[in-house]
Structures are given as C-alpha cells and as structure tokens.
Nanobody, 116 residues
Framework: QVQLVESGGGLVQAGGSLRLSCVAS?????MAWFRQAPGKEREFVAG????????NYVDSVKGRFTISRDNVKNTVYLQMNSLKAEDTAVYYC????????????WGQGTQVTVSS
C-alpha cells in the first residue's frame, strides 16, 4: 500500500507558475499527475517512469509542464509554467500498482486556480 500526499496548489494569475509536490509513503514505481476540472472527467496530465528516465504528457501541457521525481525523497513534482485559465482543476498524484499496471494509489488532490 502506498499513500500519497500532494501539496503546492494555490491561486495564480495567468502566465504564472506553480510547482506541485507529491510525497509517497513508500517506494512507488510509475507515477503520474491527473486533474479534474468542474463538470469534466478526470484526465491524465503527465507521467514518469520509476527511474525518471521516461516521461509523457497530454498535448495541452507539452512545453509548459515538467514532471520529475526524486527517489531519495520519494517525491514526484509537477512544474507548471505559463499557466492558463483552462489549467484550473484539482490535481491528483497517482502511483502504479505493479501487479496490475494500473494507477491504483491516489492522493487527496490539491486545488490549482488560474485567474485570467
């Protein structure tokens, strides 16, 4: 069982930056950030492999967001630059369960609000 705790959300003006952090209680393998805006389904934002060597992003954030991890600190980060109003959402950290290959461990979420 892996417990995840996010932090770093807040209110920022369009064009600004935020960095989200997610601390895992134990060793986590593939990890990712998802987000859910009001009235919309949860969507994948960015993912990183267990060693940080491979990352992938949804098209809408490519070039603006960067996912990274520090396995010594059991922490994954999401650096968000050039934020837009449409990035407003609750952001969730998730970790893969190796046996299933699915994101089965989730944090409680952190609110990101971008004012235009």
């Amino acid at each position: 069982q892996v417990q995840l705790v996010e932090s770093g959300g807040g209110l920022v003006q369009a064009g600004g930056s935020l960095r989200l952090s997610c601390v895992a209680s134990g060793r986590a393998f593939g990890m990712a950030w998802f987000r859910q805006a009001p009235g919309k389904e949860r969507e994948f934002v960015a993912g990183v492999s267990w060693n940080g060597g491979s990352t992938n992003y949804v098209d809408s954030v490519k070039g603006r967001f960067t996912i990274s991890r520090d396995n010594v600190k059991n922490t994954v980060y999401l650096q968000m630059n050039s934020l837009k109003a449409e990035d407003t959402a609750v952001y969730y950290c998730a970790a893969l369960r190796p046996l299933s290959g699915q994101y089965e461990y989730w944090g409680q979420g952190t609110q990101v609000t971008v004012s235009s």
